[in-house]
């Protein structure tokens, strides 16, 4: 008997297509690639229907959850079905193991709102409409991930349909590969992921804070934030951007106990040894923290998101750094960040270079340990490019592009999560390092015939 298409499924023409159809990256041209169907799916059992049907209607499919991928990946599908788990946005608590289960299609906002109901929280990003499913499976960097580590770093079990349409679960027992393989290996290549179980961790409150810089202070603040942040006490991420609009801010969170809080003012001397143009500290109950860091109004925090109404254009691209920069690396994004292209209207933001810390949690793992391979970061590196006017896409994305290149010296690599389809033809080693080998075993093994298959997917050979 034939398998049918099963959850919320909607065809072209039905109420919300055209909203189903958008991905956040607002550059490409949705109209254009429009799929055959999209399922939500609101079952495990519908993502096993889904992924059934496109193979004996050799129709080819995407998975999605948050919608975030930077190249459009997971709603660009000509024809094909995509296969949403949005809708699986389920968190359940056992006080008793300290464990979660969550549906993969869960948002950071409302998982950071259910977890912290009752008093946990697990590493999470810092964008609160990013969704769990793609964030985890590339690892996850955030705020707290210095601490905690990185998202995968806590998930226990993963439940995740085959590419031949079979539910399993992996964990250290069952599929221990599959296991090592979607947590660092990226969203999309070896299964639909329905849920992740997670172990938790205890949080109360939390001490956050905003710096800003003079521009003429550049070159002394990035390198007083490089020979602080990846050292600092582990309870602190921060990040630092620079701006083309010519501000500098440090942003983080230090998560610790109460009682640890008046320690904050100490750790921040490093970087308050230059002088700051205006500190903001804050120690907040952890929910509130998290809310501020999402950019959401604090005491309202849901009506002000519209999912999936964020739509942005933009160019991101991503670089680790394992060694400090010198002085010339720091002079160089400096020039390049006063050197923009002119744009004939104003960005939805500002264009910027980004360096979030690492080190801490994020660095006890080995390399091969998961399929995060960037154990070693010292920070990793984002280099974002905002326009909204159409003739100015194409110099903003060259300059994204020459700026990260101009770097590569000095900071090499890519984060997964931070999808670049102009990498260059060496894009998998960039990703994966010397774990390649190993994800393209595991993808043979579980995807023989390459069903989970996009520009940017793990190949067989
Ligand atoms: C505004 C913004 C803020 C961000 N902030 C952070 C941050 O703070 N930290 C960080 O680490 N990253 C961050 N990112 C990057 C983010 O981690 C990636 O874009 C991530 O892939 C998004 O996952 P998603 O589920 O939202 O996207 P999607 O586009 O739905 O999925 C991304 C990829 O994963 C696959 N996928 C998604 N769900 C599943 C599933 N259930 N099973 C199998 N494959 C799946 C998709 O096919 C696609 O290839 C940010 C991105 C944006 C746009």
Redesign the pocket.
């Known amino acids: 008997m034939s398998t049918k298409l099963t959850g919320r499924v909607i065809y072209a023409n039905d109420p919300g297509w055209n909203d189903s159809r958008h991905?956040?990256?607002a550059r490409f041209d949705y109209n254009d690639q429009q799929p055959q169907a999209i399922v939500f799916a609101q079952h495990a059992e519908d993502a096993v229907n889904a992924v059934r049907w496109a193979r004996e209607n050799k129709v080819p499919i995407?998975?999605?959850?948050?919608?975030?991928?930077?190249e459009?990946?997971?709603?660009l599908v000509k024809g094909g079905v995509i296969l949403?788990?949005?809708e699986?946005a389920g968190v359940s608590f056992d006080a008793e193991t300290g464990h979660a289960v969550v549906g993969?299609?869960i948002?950071m906002l409302l998982l950071t709102e259910k977890l912290f109901d009752v008093g946990v929280t697990i590493p999470?990003?810092?964008?609160p409409?990013?969704?769990?499913?793609?964030?985890c499976?590339?690892?996850?960097?955030?705020?707290t991930t210095r601490l905690l580590g990185?998202?995968c770093d806590s998930v226990v079990d993963i439940e995740?349909v085959t590419a031949e349409g079979h539910l399993v679960h992996a964990n250290e027992r069952e599929h221990p590969d599959l296991y090592w393989a979607i947590r660092g290996g990226?969203?999309?290549?070896?299964?639909?992921?329905?849920a992740f179980k997670f172990k938790t961790h205890p949080i109360s409150t939390v001490g956050i804070f905003n710096i800003t810089y003079q521009w003429d202070d550049f070159v002394a603040i990035v390198d007083a934030w490089q020979k602080w942040a990846p050292f600092a006490d582990w309870g602190l991420t921060s990040l630092i951007s620079l701006h083309t609009d010519r501000t500098i801010t440090i942003q983080g969170q230090y998560t610790a106990s109460p009682q640890d809080m008046p320690k904050l003012g100490e750790l921040l001397a490093p970087v308050l040894a230059i002088p700051p143009l205006s500190v903001q500290t804050m120690v907040v109950p952890a929910l509130i923290g998290a809310r501020i860091t999402f950019g959401v109004d604090p005491a309202n925090p849901t009506w002000a998101i519209l999912q999936h109404d964020?739509m942005?254009l933009?160019k991101?691209t991503s670089a680790v750094a394992t060694e400090l920069f010198p002085m010339e690396a720091i002079q160089r994004i400096k020039d390049g960040l006063e050197n923009v292209p002119p744009l004939s209207a104003p960005p939805s933001q500002p264009s910027m270079v980004q360096l979030?810390g690492g080190g801490g949690m994020a660095s006890v793992p080995k390399w091969s340990d998961t399929a995060v391979f960037y154990r070693n970061a010292l920070f990793i590196v984002q280099y974002d490019g905002y326009w909204t006017a159409p003739q100015d896409q194409q110099p903003t994305i060259d300059w994204v592009v020459n700026l990260r290149h101009s770097m590569l010296p000095f900071a090499s690599g890519a984060?997964v999560?931070?999808?670049d389809s102009q990498l260059g033809p060496d894009w998998l080693e960039q990703y994966y390092g010397a774990n390649l080998p190993r994800l393209k075993e595991i993808k043979k093994k579980y995807d023989p015939e390459n069903f989970?298959s996009?520009p940017q997917?793990i190949p067989l050979g």
């Open positions: 991905g956040f990256a995407r998975v999605r959850s948050g919608r975030h991928s930077y459009g990946y997971s709603s949403d788990v949005s699986l993969a299609g948002d999470l990003a810092t964008g409409t990013v969704g769990l499913g793609g964030l499976q590339g690892g996850g960097v955030g705020i990185l998202t995740v990226g969203g999309g290549n070896f299964g639909v992921v329905t964020d942005q933009f991101s979030l984060y999560n931070y999808v989970f996009f997917s």
